[in-house]
């Protein structure tokens, strides 16, 4: 009899977190199932069951390390383990540095950062040999777009975290990836928080206007993770700038200047 993957996501309560879960699903996966929004975590686990996994469900707001060592030891008591965790939760951000306040930064650094961290630290015992960590950052850590900078450090820090922990834990068999992807379809902006209501509509519109939706993100991470990526780019553009800032990076950090101008200009 095959052994069931017993999976862990944490924001599965929409979007690409909800996407990742039902990816696993199909292959019949065992999850357990984390967010702030109850009755999104029912759904998601309604879809999880429908489409042949099983799975439970538990309200957890990552940047509190208690319900996360929680979670983690229902995992151990309830599915003796687990064999996958995806920090998928994150909120978004936006606003010139000189207007965020410093709760701004505090509030983006203790979900998008801090959160990753502590899921890390939680899960990191109920892990085996060919166990496998996917944290979910962002394009944002890597070209630091303006306007941005509280959410693109955030980012930047799960994919220091991923490469530091990608050094210790290889050694004991364990895989880790670090997720960026670029715009795509997602309801990432009902967790918006700024001082500037434009950014939120730029990024809005690029959300929307992606031809990419969250299920194509969480089918690339699947297979990816599977065949040992690394850091995993699911969208061509992403992988063609970062392989450009890392032969010209003052291209790309000219090009940022330009885009902080026009921004400059159409907030003026």
């Known amino acids: 009899m095959t052994k069931k993957m017993r999976v862990v996501v944490t924001g599965a309560g929409s979007g690409l977190g909800r996407e990742l879960a039902l990816r696993y ?12 929004q109850e009755a999104g975590l029912g759904e998601t686990l309604r879809l999880v069951e429908q489409a042949g996994g099983s799975g439970f469900t538990r309200r957890c707001d990552v940047r509190d390390y208690s319900q996360l060592a929680a979670l983690a030891q229902s995992c151990e008591e309830s599915m003796g383990g687990i064999d996958i965790l995806i920090n998928n939760a994150g909120v978004a951000s936006g606003g010139w540095f000189e207007d965020l306040t ?13 959160g990753v961290v502590k899921g890390c630290k939680a899960f990191l015992p109920l892990l085996q040999k060919g166990g496998r960590i996917i944290n979910i950052a962002s394009m944002a850590a890597l070209m630091q777009a303006p306007a941005m900078s509280n959410y693109n450090v955030a980012k930047a820090g799960v994919v220091a975290l991923s490469e530091s922990l990608l050094c210790e834990l290889q050694p ?8 960026c992807p670029s715009f795509f379809q997602t309801n990432l902006m009902d967790s918006y928080r700024g001082p500037d209501s434009g950014s939120k509509e730029d990024i809005a519109r690029l959300l929307e206007s992606s031809p990419i ?9 699947h297979r ?7 850091m995993i780019l699911p969208h061509d553009k992403g992988r063609e700038a970062w392989e450009l800032k890392q032969s010209n990076p003052r291209l790309i950090h000219e090009e940022m200047v330009k885009l902080a101008v026009k921004k400059l200009a159409k907030r003026a």
């Open 25 to 36: 699903a199909r292959e019949g996966a065992w999850l357990a199932l984390a967010d702030i």
């Open 213 to 221: 939706s969250a299920a194509d993100i969480a089918e690339i991470i």
């Open 172 to 179: 004991k068999g364990i895989a880790v990836h670090v997720v």
């Open 102 to 114: 410093l709760d701004d930064w505090d509030w983006q650094i203790s979900i998008n950062l801090m």
């Open 224 to 230: 990816e993770s599977q065949a040992g990526t690394f």
